[in-house]
């Protein structure tokens, strides 16, 4: 069993930065944020492996946002630039116990374990 333990989220007006940490019980191979806004299903952010294979973002945050990890502390990193009131949403932490790679890595149901989540409001 892996716990996830997400923090960072808030209130912040469009064109804002947050950062989001992700802080695992140990480590697994694949580490990503999904997000979901009421009423939709929840959609692919970004994806980490920890043997330090290529990152894959969603299209509608390239550029933007950053993941990063820091292996001594089992934590991985959503740095958020530029915000957009459609970024708003709850980011959610997700583990997978099986290593993915680009868009193999979008699918919910590769990943293992799920965070709690973090609220994330970006006003116009």
């Known amino acids: 069993q892996v716990q996830l333990v997400e923090s960072g989220g808030g209130l912040v007006q469009a064109g804002g930065s947050l950062r989001l940490s992700c802080t695992a019980s140990r480590r697994t191979p694949t580490t990503a944020w999904f997000r979901q806004a009421p009423g939709k299903e929840r959609e692919f952010v970004a994806v980490?492996?920890?043997?330090?294979?290529?990152?894959y973002y969603a299209d509608s945050v390239k550029g933007r946002f950053t993941i990063s990890g820091d292996n001594a502390k089992n934590t991985v990193y959503l740095q958020m630039n530029s915000l957009k009131p459609e970024d708003t949403a709850g980011y959610y932490c997700?583990?997978?116990?099986?290593?993915?790679?680009?868009?193999?890595?979008?699918?919910?149901?590769?990943?293992?374990?799920w965070g709690q989540g973090t609220q994330v409001t970006v006003s116009s």
């Open positions: 980490i492996p920890w043997s330090g294979g290529t990152t």
């Open positions: 997700a583990a997978g116990a099986n290593y993915c790679s680009g868009y193999g890595c979008t699918v919910p149901k590769m990943y293992d374990y």
